[in-house]
């Protein structure tokens, strides 16, 4: 079974940084895209960024130059740097993760079929 947990989030000032990371295990192949995802109250889930296994990225334009993704497939862990927080960034942070095949389309629209519990993110102004 695939099993993801995310660990990281807490509360910030606007300015600030936060590095949320994600380990994961039960991969059933190595051919796996991770993600972040976020959902705000009152909004819908929407696709922060992913790491496809061969190193292709995808980011949402609202965190473009500020957020960065990485991955360790050593320790089987994604991260995201996440700079610059605004107040507008404060949601629960899902790491989540599915297959690669159609793995843009997935990011864009949060079809992943594994998803770790959220971690809260709370950017004050």
């Known amino acids: 079974e695939v099993q993801l947990q995310a660990s990281g989030g807490g509360l910030v000032q606007a300015g600030g940084s936060l590095r949320l990371s994600c380990t994961f295990s039960?991969?059933?192949?190595?051919?796996?895209?991770l993600g972040w995802f976020r959902q705000a109250p009152g909004k819908e889930r929407e696709g922060v960024s992913c790491?496809?296994?061969?190193?292709?990225?995808y980011y949402a334009d609202s965190v473009k130059g500020r957020f960065i993704i990485s991955r360790d497939n050593v320790n089987d862990a994604v991260y995201l740097q996440m700079n610059d927080l605004k107040p507008e960034d404060s949601a629960i942070y899902y790491c989540?993760?599915?297959?690669?095949?159609?793995?843009?389309?997935?990011?864009?629209?949060?079809?992943?079929?594994?998803w770790g519990k959220g971690t809260l993110v709370t950017v004050s102004s």
């Open positions: 989540a993760t599915d297959r690669s095949e159609n793995w843009y389309s997935k990011c864009l629209y949060g079809g992943m079929n594994y």
């Open positions: 039960g991969f059933p192949s190595a051919d796996y895209t």
């Open positions: 790491f496809r296994d061969d190193g292709s990225t």
